[in-house]
Each structure stands twice: as structure tokens, then as C-alpha cells.
């Protein structure tokens, strides 16, 4: 019983929530562009409003928190009352925030490796596309090379070698996810790159630089932005994954991985708050999927 | 006629969707056929030709639906009907017969097999006697080698022989009526002749009636007993052949006739140091060779033809004047100086003296590029144009190629028809202030209309612009509009050349013979003669 109404519940948030910033976003959408915000599934305006919330909050954590990061505020494994409203942590650091502060870790370097994932793999798997010949031979088997081994023991080995600090970590799964995004980027722009106006763009004397970002790249989108979508989630999960396995973000940051890892012990008492950070995952990885959903349905012209 | 008429179509109605809304395509048309006769049905593109020619089969295509009006087949009501009956007569007593010949046949089985598909069926013949059967159609279509033709597959046989084959699979089941929807456009004009007189030859034979949807009124004054006009989905005029031909009633029809009329004043015979001289080139891909020893000169303010039939080499001669293919021997001379082989070699200055127009305007223009900077980039690029000047310099070229420079600067190019586009590609080459363009078959995409309107732009710009043109083409009348000098080519070496006037009027090779007579011409007896001149029977 509490099962259904949770779940009714949840679908009339759905609604709710989907029609709300449907409505908003048409209303303050320029005018060429109101028809696709009109056009747009309950889904995907739901997406975009998760992911809006993800990033006000990620933003303005130190504000909306209401206690320090790695604050210890009272004792450990608090219930869920006032002003712990989801309680604490094995060390008594109070629930909430770290869940508002793990949002701004998490999103924010799932964000900025995806972002570097797909700046070096689209620009060198377009330019090898354009290049072609050896050097597109040689850059390929190298990347494929690299792709044959399994991404989360490469990963981890990499982070062996040189060691766990943020940064190293961004590097390492961006280096590991441009391989990805080389190949898709190299394929789709393969199709391009025989084009005639590429020809006559080449005839002209433009250079390397602006083929690939005037010419090309603005025809590669639409499957790169569904892809971007896609890994940022497999992103997300890998840092998640990471952490709960003690090679990802250090703390006291907080962390939804880690966060899960640290709180285990709760579950075997039969409470959920450790599956709380991972619920935060889920959300967002089904929300960033909504968007991309759609995109990709306007993009392959599938407009029924 | 005293006999009831075949196919009896009433204020046919059928509308399209775009979006949510429903338009129409064929606003209320008329057409009776009787048996035996074979309509030709003309029209630029859009103008609801091969629609009409579906809704004759009962069939209307996806995103669109009849609407109104009867269509009596043979006293079979084929709107009230069901889908199930509709089915059992099209391919046994109603067939149709696709542009592309290639692209309708499935590559994976033989051509015998899908021959024998539609007779096994429909139950009209056993497999064996379908095959008897198919080789004696082959034969009586010319297809060569009709005892073994049929076992080969689609890709192993040249286009207008597939195109035969096609024709010979709508006749399998002996059906009363086919459909031919421009069977022959995209052949050249030497196998166009063949289909031709294949396809009348068997229509005639079997007495089959045939609507015949072209917009090449040369072709459809050849096969057709009567002619249909339509212009946006209704009709303009319907006569006889001959009566249409020579009495033309409505203006529109009139304006169809006339653009086979254009043709400018040949230049004066020019002399000095030519824009391009090609000298002695040999080129290829891999150890073919396409070229061997090709030379031929282009003048200022003149244009010169290159012409023959597909896979002559007039497109790898382009590119090789480009620079994207160099050539093995020989070289290309720009105004008086050699340039580098490849393109890659060459300075920003000989680039920019050659600019080139594509065949297909859909895949020439990059299609997130918005006209201001499609246009405006050669502009920046060569001569250093930037803000104000760029601005105006776009609308300037803008208004040279007839578009309202304030209603198309910032428009994307599927936002513009198909004529449009072909004109943002000249105004493209001409925003570099080229000495020479190179055209290959920009006209061919295009129906005939909007081809007039292209060829006079290109010659009002050169008269203006002092342009040189090498115009690459397999249609004869465009090069008997536009061009002064012609360059016949096959099998990558050029035949003949010479001015326009004396290679048409006293060719001196077989080839230049044959290419020239085989273009279509409005007297409808014109392809009896040929045949009978080249001593095949019609």
C-alpha cells in the first residue's frame, strides 16, 4: 500500500514537474525556437528540469548547505529528524549536506572529463578522418589497442601509477573515454569528409583548423551530442565506481561514491540512507537520458 | 473509341502531409486511356506527375492520400475496392517501371529470379515457362546475350540494360497498362536511344497501354500518342502529339517549348595566351589510366564543352585542373604559368582563379552554413574582406545571382529550392573573382525550367565578368545553348574538337556522329528516322 501511494506519488512529481518547465521554458524560448520546446515529451522536460536542479545546487552549495563539508556535528548514524533531516554519517557529519556537496564533486568533474573526453577524441578522430592514410592508420590501431583493454582495470592502473588526486583522475578517465569518442567522432566524420563541400572547401586553401570546426564539425553534432549524453552518465558511474573502491575522490570531499561505501554498514539494519547518494546517481543518469533521448529523435528527423 | 476505355481517372484529389496539415498535390485532375494508347504525362518537378501516375495503380505513397475523385480500371473501382484485390492486379495487370533501374532491382538475386517472381505469383505461368519466357522478352527488348543475361546479377549489367531489364520484368505478366516514370532520365542520351526504342518496341507489340511521365518533351513526343500537361498538380492542356506539338494552346506549355530555344551568339574565335591550357595530360587512379593524352584550350569570355557519355573521363579531367588528382604526364597551364600538380602545392592566388560548381548543390553547400558566410568565405579568404565590406559584398553577389539579398543573407540552404541552391554555388565561385569556373553537369540535377534560368545567369555573368567556362555536360542542348567551343570525349581521349558551329553542323568522327544524333528531337518522327537511318527496325 505505502509501496503504490509512494509511487503515485512519484508519477504525479513526473507530471507535475515536466509540465511545469515545459510551460517556463516555452515562455521564455525565442520565438524561431518556441515550436521544439512545444513539440518536446513530458521526458525530456523533465529531464532538463532534474538537471537544472543538479547544477543550482551544485552551485550554490555553500549556501543551501546547512553545515560545513566535512563538519562533524554530532554523533554518528543519527535518524532522520531535525536539523539532521537525513540524518549522519559513521563520523557524524550530517547527511544532507554532504549529499549537496557531493553534487557539486561529482557533477562538476563528471563534467569537466566528459568536456575533455570529447575535446581531444572529436578533434582528433575528425582530423584523422580528414588526414587519412598512415597517420589516420597509425592513430587508429593505437586507439584500438588501447580499447581492448577493460576500461575500469586500465583506469585503475593508471591511477596506480600516477597516484589519486582530482586532476590525475580527470585525466585518466578522459584519456580512457576519448578513445570512445575518437572512433564514433573518426566514423561519423568519415561519411563527412567525402562530401563535395568539403572538396570545395579543400580547393579553396582553407586549413586543417577550420575544416574541422567550420566544415565538419557542425555536421558531426547531432550524433556527438547524443553520445556526449551517454558518457557523461558511463563517466559518472566510473568515478563513483572509483571511489567506492577507495581509488577515486579523497577524503573528507564528499562524494556520492564514496559516500555509499562509507554508510554500507547502515543498510544491514534495514535503512536506506546510504542508497540515498545513489539514488542522486540514478536520478540524474535517467534525466541526462530523457534529453538525450529527444535529441536524438529531432536529429535522425523522427518527428512522430 | 467505341470500346471502353481502360483506365478512367475523375477529379483525381490527392494531398500530402507536412507536419500536421494537409495539402494538396494533385488538385482535381482528369485522364481516360484507352488500350493501347501511350499518354505521355509533362511537367517540372513538383508538379504531381509521378503521384498521378501511382494514384493510376490505386496506390498512393507514404505521407500522402487520396482524397477525392474515381479511378476505373478495367471497370474496377480502385478506391472502393480492397487492398487485398488491389495487390492481385498490380504487377499482373498494371505495372510500373522506376527512374532507377538500379535502385528498384534487389542486388541479391539474379535478374531471372525477380523476373519469374511476379508470373509465379500471380499464378499466371510455372516457373519453367516463366523463364522460356523471359528470354524471349529479352530478345525482343535487344538485351545482348538474352539466353545468358538473365543469370547475371543487377551490378553485372551497364545501366540501360538494366533499365531494359526492368521493362521487360513489368511486361512478364502481359499486363494492360504500364507506368514509366522517366525510365530514361538518368541515362545519357546515346543508351537513352537504345531504351527508347526498346521499350516502344514492345509496347507496341503487345498492344500494351502505357502512361509515360517524363519532363523531357523531346522523349515524350517520341513514345506518346497523346500529351498531358501538368503544371502544380493540375492539368494545363492534353491533345495529341502532333497537334500539341505544333499548336500549342496555353501559355505554359508554350513557355516549355521555348526553353530548347535558348541560345546565345557564338563568341569571336580568341586569340593570346588561353586562362587554362591543358597539355598532353595522363591521369588515373591506381594503374588505370581514365586520361590518355588529353589537351584542349579555354579562352577568356568563352565556354567550352566537354561532352560524352558517362565514364568518358570528362569529370577526372576536372579534376585534374583542380588539382585533386595530379596527372601522371603533362600539365596545366594557368594564364601563360604551370601549375603544381596537386592542389596542395598551389598558392592561395592560383586557387582562387579556378572555382568550381558542383553537379549536386544539395552536397556542394554545407548544409549548417548560412549564406553570409557560404558566400562571404572565399570573400574573407582571398580578397581580405571583413565586416561592412564583407557585408555588402555578399548582398552584392546576392543580388548578381536574382535573390533578394535581405530575405536570403541569413538563411540555411535547405531553406531554399533546388534552383536557389545551384545559384548560391555560382555565386560562391564567383565571391573568389575566378578568371575561369568549372561547371560539371550543373544543370543535369535540374528541370528544365529552372535550367533555362541558369544557363542564361552564367551567360549574362560572363558577358559581365569576362568569365571562361568549361561547361562539363552529357546533354547535347545545353551545350548547343550555352557553349562556343565543344571537346567531344570517350574512353578518356578526346575525339574531336572545334567551335560549336562547324562540329555541329560537319562533325568529322563516327563518335561525334553518333552523339549527335542521338539527341532527342521534337518531330515525333524523329526517332522512326534514326532508327531506320541506322538500319534497325522500330
Known amino acids: 500500500m505505502t509501496l503504490l501511494l509512494s509511487l503515485g506519488i512519484a508519477l504525479a512529481l513526473f507530471f507535475a514537474l515536466g509540465l511545469i518547465a515545459r510551460t517556463l521554458m516555452h515562455a521564455i524560448a525565442p520565438a524561431h525556437q518556441k515550436p521544439m520546446f512545444r513539440d518536446m515529451p513530458l521526458t525530456a522536460s523533465f529531464g532538463i528540469a532534474i538537471i537544472a536542479a543538479y547544477v543550482i545546487v551544485a552551485t550554490l552549495a555553500p549556501f543551501i548547505a546547512p553545515f560545513g563539508e566535512g563538519e562533524v556535528v554530532g554523533d554518528q548514524y543519527l535518524p532522520w529528524a531535525a536539523p539532521h533531516f537525513l540524518g549522519t554519517d559513521k563520523l557524524g557529519r550530517d547527511m544532507l549536506t554532504r549529499l549537496i556537496y557531493g553534487a557539486r564533486n561529482t557533477v562538476g568533474i563528471a563534467f569537466a572529463t566528459t568536456a575533455l573526453a570529447f575535446l581531444v577524441g572529436s578533434i582528433l578522430g575528425i582530423w584523422a578522418a580528414l588526414i587519412g592514410g598512415k597517420l589516420d592508420q597509425w592513430m587508429s590501431r593505437f586507439v584500438d589497442a588501447l580499447m581492448a583493454i577493460p576500461a575500469l582495470i586500465f583506469s585503475l592502473l593508471l591511477l596506480t601509477i600516477f597516484g589519486t588526486s582530482v586532476l590525475t583522475l580527470i585525466l585518466v578517465i578522459a584519456a580512457v573515454d576519448a578513445t570512445r569518442v575518437y572512433r564514433l567522432a573518426r566514423s561519423v566524420a568519415q561519411g563527412i569528409v567525402v562530401m563535395d563541400y568539403i572538396e570545395a572547401a579543400r580547393l579553396r586553401g582553407e586549413g ?36 567506492f573502491l577507495g581509488l577515486g575522490i579523497k577524503p573528507p570531499t564528499a562524494d556520492w561514491g564514496s559516500m555509499v561505501r562509507e554508510n554500507a554498514t547502515l543498510i544491514t539494519f534495514g535503512d536506506i540512507t546510504p542508497l540515498l547518494p545513489a539514488g542522486a546517481i540514478a536520478l540524474l543518469t535517467v534525466a541526462v537520458n530523457f534529453v538525450v533521448d529527444w535529441q536524438l529523435h529531432r536529429a535522425s528527423g523522427l518527428k512522430e | 473509341m467505341e470500346k471502353h476505355p481502360l483506365l478512367i481517372i475523375k477529379d483525381l484529389r490527392i494531398e500530402g502531409r507536412s507536419g500536421d496539415q494537409w495539402h494538396p498535390i494533385v488538385k482535381g ?3 481516360t486511356l484507352n488500350r493501347g494508347e501511350v499518354l505521355g504525362l509533362i511537367g517540372e518537378s513538383g508538379a504531381g506527375k509521378s503521384t498521378l501516375g501511382l494514384a493510376a495503380m490505386g496506390f498512393a505513397r507514404d505521407g500522402c492520400r487520396i482524397s477525392g475523385g474515381s479511378i476505373d480500371f478495367d471497370g474496377i473501382d480502385l478506391r472502393a475496392t480492397a487492398e487485398t484485390e488491389r495487390r492481385a492486379l498490380r504487377g499482373k495487370r498494371i505495372a510500373y517501371v522506376a527512374q532507377s533501374a538500379a535502385a528498384s532491382f534487389n542486388p541479391a538475386h539474379k535478374l531471372i529470379d525477380q523476373y519469374c517472381e511476379a508470373p509465379v505469383v500471380h499464378g499466371v505461368m510455372p516457373r519453367d515457362k516463366a523463364e522460356v519466357d523471359a528470354v524471349d522478352i529479352y530478345r525482343r527488348m535487344r538485351l545482348p ?14 545501366g540501360g540494360q538494366l533499365q531494359r531489364a526492368m521493362t521487360a520484368m513489368a511486361m512478364s505478366c502481359r499486363p494492360d497498362l504500364i507506368i514509366f516514370d522517366e525510365p530514361t532520365t538518368a541515362l545519357d542520351v546515346t543508351t537513352q536511344i537504345e531504351v527508347l526504342a526498346a521499350i516502344r518496341a514492345v509496347v507496341r507489340q503487345f498492344g500494351t497501354a502505357a502512361i509515360y511521365i517524363t519532363h523531357d518533351l523531346a522523349v515524350v513526343a517520341q513514345m506518346a500518342d497523346r500529351i498531358k500537361v501538368l503544371l502544380r498538380g493540375a492539368e494545363i492542356e492534353e491533345s495529341d502529339t502532333r497537334n500539341m506539338l505544333a499548336t500549342p494552346r496555353e501559355d505554359y506549355t508554350r513557355s516549355l517549348w521555348a526553353v530548347r530555344s535558348f541560345a546565345r551568339a557564338e563568341q569571336p574565335q580568341a586569340t593570346g595566351t588561353p586562362v587554362l591550357s591543358v597539355r598532353n595530360v595522363t591521369a588515373g587512379y591506381g594503374a588505370v589510366d581514365v586520361l590518355t593524352d588529353v589537351s584542349f584550350d579555354i579562352h577568356a569570355r568563352r ?23 595530379p596527372p601522371r604526364k603533362g600539365e596545366v597551364i594557368m ?3 604551370a601549375l603544381p600538380p596537386s ?12 572555382q568550381m560548381i558542383y553537379q549536386m548543390a544539395d552536397t556542394a553547400l554545407n548544409p549548417k552554413l548560412r549564406l553570409r558566410e557560404l558566400i ?3 570573400a574573407e579568404m582571398y580578397l581580405g574582406l571583413t565586416g561592412r565590406a564583407l557585408d555588402t559584398r555578399v548582398r552584392d553577389l546576392l543580388s548578381l545571382i536574382e535573390l533578394e539579398p535581405a530575405t536570403y543573407i541569413d538563411r540555411l540552404p535547405s531553406e531554399l529550392s533546388g534552383g536557389q541552391k545551384q545559384r548560391i554555388g555560382i555565386a560562391r565561385a564567383l565571391a573568389a573573382e575566378p578568371k575561369l569556373i568549372i561547371c560539371d553537369e550543373v544543370t543535369s540535377a535540374l528541370d528544365q525550367i529552372v535550367q533555362e534560368g541558369i544557363l542564361k545567369l552564367l551567360d549574362r555573368l560572363q558577358s559581365e565578368l569576362s568569365l571562361a567556362y568549361m561547361f562539363i555536360t552529357h546533354d547535347l542542348a545545353t551545350v548547343k545553348s550555352i557553349a562556343d567551343e565543344v571537346v567531344v570525349m570517350q574512353h578518356g581521349a578526346v575525339v574531336e574538337r572545334g567551335s560549336k558551329s562547324t562540329l555541329f553542323a560537319a562533325p568529322q568522327e563516327d563518335y561525334t556522329r553518333l552523339l549527335l544524333s542521338s539527341v532527342p528531337e521534337m518531330d515525333p518522327e524523329w526517332l522512326d528516322n534514326l532508327l531506320a537511318a541506322r538500319g534497325e527496325h522500330a
Open chain 2, 343 to 354: 592542389f596542395k602545392a598551389r598558392s592561395r592566388d592560383d586557387l582562387r582563379q579556378c
Open chain 2, 145 to 158: 546475350n538474352p539466353d545468358d543475361i538473365g543469370f547475371r546479377y543487377p551490378h553485372q549489367v551497364s
Open chain 2, 335 to 337: 594564364s601563360g604559368k
Open chain 2, 376 to 378: 562571404g568565405r572565399p
Open chain 2, 29 to 31: 485532375v482528369d485522364l
Open chain 2, 303 to 325: 565556354t567550352v564543352a566537354v561532352v560524352g557519355e558517362s565514364g568518358s573521363g570528362k569529370s577526372t579531367a576536372a579534376r585534374v585542373i583542380t588539382g585533386l588528382l
Open chain 1, 208 to 243: 586543417t583548423w577550420r575544416l574541422i570546426r567550420r566544415e565538419i564539425l557542425p555536421n558531426a553534432m547531432a550524433p556527438l551530442v547524443a553520445e556526449f549524453g551517454l558518457r557523461f552518465c558511463f563517466v559518472f558511474l566510473a568515478i563513483s565506481a572509483l571511489s
